[in-house]
């Protein structure tokens, strides 16, 4: 375990006008990426990830974290305003903040998401704290066998869950691992699929398959929808009544079962690798209106709705750091991305992370901590200015975000080869989108592929290549059956998704 002093020099390491200065603006700039609809945290971070070279490991990592909060949170203010969710989680809020916001309420609106959002995300950055190096030691007991066996199931989980078929899925998952597979074989240190570009000999560049599957893609995909038309500036209605322009302390505190609900739900599926706050948010939602006694409300603009559905995505930005910091898998594609931002650093997650670098760890957390509190400031200031980003022209918008996806991945990759892959990729990206291939599960398994094949030849070795050795091991067979009955119940489940 962590020793107590480690701990304490962690958060002091944290609690510092340095650190502040970067998750301050890490936030502003999450919350700004949030609220333009087509941009959002996560091509925010891919972006910022060159940027942070020069940065000290804890601030730089302060500031993704920042970024990644913010943009949940300005995630709702185009979902309340226009039914255009900045980010794909906010989708569930906008089912009840859009019908809020054409009563002439977009302000009580837009705070009871930022209330709900910074509720859940401070619940689950708790739990974090609190269970990760536990789980730490206990991951530290899993050999090569138990871990091919962990990320079998959680591929499994992946391809079910993301995406409307499990056959598109599993599909992605394939290809991102035949991706990984560029580039030197881990084991024998053999070139593969290089084509004569020795580029390519220490495999594709994270920076820019990621930066262009998900930032260059959606941009493209953007524009395709925009047909040369500028889409026209938001107004906002306002009643006048003070009471509509504010939430309540009554108001906020009928929510907190509806909070607490969420909060959890967000906790337990961000902790389970890939499932996303996208599901997370809806899930909360459909409970708390099964549960509700007037359920025929959702829908119209009712808050409760808006509780739900924040509190359950941004629980889970903090619970997603649970395997990656424990097991080195990363729970989302923010958390992907965070994990490259360790490696830039030299920090390797997994168990050892806790054991090696406790201090550096410890310091994260205290930059969460502070980051929750930082957001809550920044969105009570910065709502009214939110909706006035929200109507910049989509032109301006994305011409500043190409440029910044240029510079940032010539600076990752030290030269323009690394530009054509993200522009390749972002090609790739643009058509699998668009027939329903999912781009989360294409770059988690792109992530994860050197450390599947490395896990796979050290089982074979450590089993002279007899499969049969598996059933001593308890949890590595718990793992495969629960990865059977999985990829079962989604194949069941998705049948219908997969004959319309």
């Known amino acids: 375990m962590v ?23 890490g936030v502003v700039l999450g919350q700004f990426v949030g609220a333009v609809p087509g941009i959002g945290p996560i091509m925010a971070m891919a972006i910022a990830i060159p940027f942070t070279f020069g940065l000290d490991p804890l601030p730089a990592i302060a500031f993704l974290v920042g970024v990644n909060k913010g943009g949940l949170v300005g995630g709702a203010v185009p979902a309340v305003l226009m ?12 089912l009840d903040g859009y019908p809020l916001a054409k009563q002439g309420k977009p302000l009580k609106a837009t705070k009871m998401a930022l209330f709900s959002s ?22 530290l007991k899993m050999g090569p066998i138990e871990v091919v066996a962990l990320m079998i199931f959680a591929f499994s ?16 998952a394939a ?12 084991e024998n240190f053999t070139p593969r699929l290089i084509f004569g570009y020795w580029d390519l000999f220490d495999g594709l560049a994270l920076p820019s398959v990621a930066i262009g599957m998900l930032a260059i893609s959606e941009i493209l995909h953007r524009l395709s929808e ?19 322009r504010r939430v ?53 603009g009712n808050i409760q709705g808006i509780a739900a559905s924040e509190s359950a995505n941004s629980a889970v930005v903090g619970a997603n750091l649970i395997p990656l910091l424990t097991l080195g898998i990363p729970g989302s594609v923010g958390a992907a991305l965070i994990i490259s931002a360790f490696m830039i650093h030299g920090m390797q997650p997994g168990p050892l992370l806790f ?104 089982s074979l070795a450590l089993t002279d290549g007899d499969l049969t050795q598996v059933l001593k091991s308890p949890v590595a067979l718990a793992l495969l059956i629960l990865s059977v009955v999985s990829v079962v119940w989604f194949l069941r489940k998705n049948v219908h998704g997969e004959d319309e």
Not at 265 to 286: D, E, K, N, Q, V
């Open 175 to 186: 290809f991102g691992l035949l991706a990984a597979s560029v580039g030197q074989d881990p």
């Open 83 to 94: 039914n255009t969710p900045g980010t794909p989680d906010a989708a569930a809020t906008a």
């Open 226 to 244: 925009a047909h040369g038309n500028m889409r026209p500036a938001i107004i906002a209605k306002d009643t006048g009544n003070p009471d509509d």
């Open 248 to 300: 309540t302390w009554a108001e906020y505190w009928s929510c907190r079962f509806t909070m607490l609900r969420g909060a959890t739900i967000g906790t337990i599926l961000g902790a389970l690798p890939g499932i996303g706050s996208t599901a997370a948010a809806f899930m909360s939602y459909a409970m708390t209106k099964a549960g509700s006694k007037d359920p025929g409300s959702f829908g119209k």
């Open 355 to 458: 054991e090696n670098q406790g201090r550096l760890v410890y310091g994260l957390f205290g930059a969460m901590i502070m980051a929750n509190f930082v957001n809550l400031w920044v969105g009570q200031l910065g709502l009214r200015l939110w909706v006035k980003v929200v109507s910049a022209p989509e032109s301006i918008i994305f011409s500043s975000a190409l440029l910044l996806c240029f510079v940032g991945v010539s600076m990752a990759t030290s030269g323009l080869f690394g530009v054509a892959i993200m522009l390749i990729f972002a090609v790739i990206g643009y058509l699998m989108a668009s027939f329903g291939y999912s781009l989360v599960i294409f770059i988690i398994a792109f992530f994860l592929g050197p450390r599947f094949e490395k896990s796979i030849a050290q």
């Open 157 to 172: 989980i992946l391809a079910g869950l993301i995406g409307n078929s499990l056959t598109k899925g599993i599909i992605a």
């Open 118 to 139: 910074i509720t859940g995300d401070t619940f689950s950055d708790i739990v974090l704290i609190t269970v990760s190096a536990p789980l730490a030691v206990l991951a």
């Open 3 to 25: 020793e107590f002093s480690t701990i304490l020099a962690g958060f002091g390491d944290a609690f510092s006008l340095y650190n502040l200065a970067f998750v301050l603006f």
